[in-house]
């Protein structure tokens, strides 16, 4: 069973914006706090943030810090991505998870895993 529905990915030149969407279902989603992985071509999978499901507070990788910013709108069961000001080392298949705490800019550990959407930056 697929827990998650990501949309949004797709190719966009250097410089410009993106926002990824992620619709949770199948389980108590509002008891789940939530985290954006990437993962490069040919590189492991890395954090990139996390919002809490306690206190909604949000935690940045340094390297995608003051570019993107996470939220979540709990009446549509939905957690974004919003992206700008990408550059061409962002592009990485982007999945969505869900876990019950964040460590830092990742998700202490992950209870469901979405499939991905691919990011693609280049001119």
């Known amino acids: 069973q697929e827990h998650f529905v990501e949309s949004g990915g797709g190719l966009v030149q250097p410089g410009g914006s993106l926002r990824l969407s992620c619709v949770a279902s199948?389980?108590?989603?509002?008891?789940?706090?939530y985290g954006w992985f990437r993962q490069a071509p040919g590189k492991g999978r890395e954090g990139v943030s996390c919002?809490?499901?306690?206190?909604?507070?949000?935690n940045y990788a340094d390297s995608v810090k003051g570019r993107f910013t996470i939220s979540r709108d709990y009446a549509n069961h939905t957690i974004y991505l919003e992206m700008n000001s990408l550059k061409p080392e962002d592009t990485a298949v982007y999945s969505c998870a869900a876990g019950l705490m964040c460590y830092e800019e990742t998700l202490k550990s992950v209870d469901y895993w979405g499939v991905g959407t691919l990011v693609t930056v280049s001119s």
């Open positions: 919002i809490s499901g306690s206190d909604g507070s949000m």
């Open positions: 199948g389980f108590n989603v509002d008891d789940y706090t």
